[in-house]
């Protein structure tokens, strides 16, 4: 699904100042593992994000298991 969802986003296109600009998508990805709180939640999910960006535009990256 979120792979489905940056095809999607990176598809688009935005007017800004009368300007045609293009849209790029990192997402970091996971889901709530049992017994665990959000914060451990974002920090994963977080971690994850920075992968993608680190990678280069247009990643997906999936957060470990806690």
């Known amino acids: 699904m979120s ?7 990176k598809n688009q296109s ?3 100042g009368g300007e045609v600009i ?3 998508v990192s997402l970091g990805v996971t889901e709530l593992q049992e017994g665990e ?3 451990a939640l ?14 280069g535009r247009d ?6 298991a806690a």
Do not use: C, P
């Open 3 to 9: 792979s489905a969802t940056a095809n999607a986003l």
């Open 14 to 16: 935005l007017i800004y």
């Open 22 to 24: 293009g849209v790029r």
């Open 37 to 39: 709180n959000s914060d």
């Open 42 to 55: 974002l920090r994963r999910a977080d971690d994850a994000l920075y992968r993608a960006k680190s990678g």
């Open 59 to 64: 990643q997906v990256q999936t957060a470990a």
